[in-house]
């Protein structure tokens, strides 16, 4: 299981073609039960690696070419069938590709085929998935988070070194966190959502998972170019996120919000979380008290403002325009009701209710609208904190990944574990997961444990370093589940 960075060196001294790399790779999804790939397709695969090949023959000096990626089902994908991870879509084939493929192609990266997701990107543990739960390498009894759990388990069971994610809530800094690697949500607007099948449009953002922070800047170099096509796509000059990777982090201040560090915290992720920060201590950091009143107030927010653009969102998918359609109807309106009853699960159906209650006549003022002004005093809340400090840390979830099913009839439960990375979302700033240990106890001793760091619009490259300085320090993201 060797990073990009290994990877792409073996492949530039020949020591390892792509087409070999890829083969090897496929091998390995072939005989895993993870359950982590719902789609592969070994000749286009193939067929990429070859082009990689010759690339590389041609002395093309990439730092991406020949590396095999996969991506999250959200992002429609040319040759392998889009799904959201819905029986509404399955068997949908994309005549295009998204942004972000699109761009991983032109790096020259090989594509191994489509990962399981939360069906429609909603949920905290891929347990929500037409396709069936996602099963954590680390232990196979406990779920590797949500939504982008087939992309987490992937990375961490070796299936892939690279995969594509979606945070909308932290659906990529929780899967990295319970599956114990390196993943990145940008801020919004970085990454471009064209091609991305939509849950909430104001705060989907795409991002990369990988084993180490330099992996996940390699990877964010390829993924931020500006794109027209999605009008929530910032206009800025190309960035190398890897240029601060060498930076001391004397002086640098960590802001530790006590709201992050209350009573619903396991006591063995606090104790991880705590170690971590004496690390960064003695990188030359300083510990900062910071305060971000308004985070118990992040789940009621988002839990009004996701729901309400879901509905809004997957309304298209009626039987006529999009998705599955029922075989039995007797009239249009029959056929909508039964076609969205089939195709949609119990999640997407319970937050397309609650969308469409709060966006109702009577009920938008009381709700959608004021979720909205929580939402700038949560994104004030930040601002205010980093008059402090340089960069905010904390855990990602309050416990380590929980078992398969034991949530399954308390949604509410599965909620309140992105009480941690929620604000984030809403507030639109770049945040990160990082390994930093694991939890206690015969059952949790094998179960990761993730630090978030938060920093402010646009400083993706400069909290990059801060997590590959703790790489370079500690061994956390070195080590590998058993996997069989």
Request: glycine share 10%; with cysteine; net charge negative.
């Amino acid at each position: 299981m060797q990073t990009l960075k290994q990877l792409s060196a073996l492949l530039k001294s020949k020591q390892l073609s792509a087409t070999e790399l890829a083969q090897s790779y496929l091998d390995r999804i072939t005989s895993s039960d993870l359950n982590a790939f719902i789609n592969v397709n070994p000749e286009q695969t193939l067929a990429q690696a070859k082009q990689a090949d010759a690339r590389l023959a041609r002395g093309d000096a990439g730092e991406l070419i020949g590396l095999p990626i996969a991506h999250k089902d959200i992002f429609v994908t040319c040759g392998w069938p889009s799904t959201a991870g819905s029986k509404m879509l399955s068997g949908y084939n994309s005549p295009f590709d998204a942004s972000v493929v699109e761009q991983f192609r032109t790096a020259g990266m090989v594509t191994l085929g489509k990962l399981n997701c939360d069906e429609f990107a909603m949920g905290s543990s891929n347990e929500n998935s037409f396709f069936g739960p996602v099963k954590n390498p680390w232990d196979k009894a406990a779920v590797p988070g949500g939504s982008s759990g087939g992309s987490g388990a992937a990375v961490a069971g070796g299936l892939t070194p690279a995969a594509t994610g979606t945070d909308t809530g932290g659906s990529i800094r929780q899967p990295a966190a319970l599956c114990g690697i390196t993943g990145i949500k940008p801020t919004y607007g970085r990454v471009s959502r064209y091609g991305m099948i939509a849950f909430a449009s104001s705060l989907d953002q795409g991002g990369p998972m990988a084993w180490t922070a330099e992996d996940c800047a390699l990877l964010l170099n390829a993924m931020t170019a500006y794109d027209p096509r999605d009008a929530t796509c910032i206009e800025s000059d190309a960035e190398d996120f890897t240029r601060h990777l060498g930076d001391s982090l004397k002086g640098l201040k960590i802001g530790i919000p006590k709201e992050y560090f209350g009573d619903g915290l396991a006591a063995d992720v606090r104790a991880a979380i705590e170690a971590a920060l004496k690390d960064y201590e003695k990188l030359g950091a300083t510990l900062v008290d910071v305060s971000l009143p308004k985070t118990s107030m992040s789940i009621p927010a988002y839990y009004v403002i996701a729901p309400a653009e879901a509905s809004s969102n997957l309304s298209r998918f009626d039987g006529v325009r999009y998705g599955h359609r029922a075989k039995d109807y007797t009239d249009l309106s029959d056929m909508y009701r039964k076609s969205r009853a089939e195709g949609f699960g119990d999640e997407v159906k319970r937050r397309i209710l609650i969308g469409a209650y709060v966006l109702s006549h009577g009920y938008y003022d009381a709700y959608y609208l004021q979720a909205q002004k929580i939402r700038r005093l949560i994104a004030n809340d930040f601002q205010d904190a980093f008059k402090s400090c340089d960069v905010i840390m904390g855990p990602v979830a309050p416990t380590v990944a929980w078992d398969l099913g034991s949530k399954a009839n308390d949604p509410v439960a599965n909620y309140l574990a992105d009480i941690y990375t929620l604000s984030t979302s809403l507030a639109g700033l770049p945040g990160m997961s990082i390994p930093c240990g694991f939890g206690q106890g015969e059952k949790n001793a094998h179960r990761p444990v993730g630090l978030q760091l938060i920093g402010n619009y646009f400083n993706e490259a400069k909290l990059l370093n801060v997590a590959h300085q703790f790489q370079l320090a500690t061994d956390w993201h070195s080590r590998r589940p058993a996997v069989e």
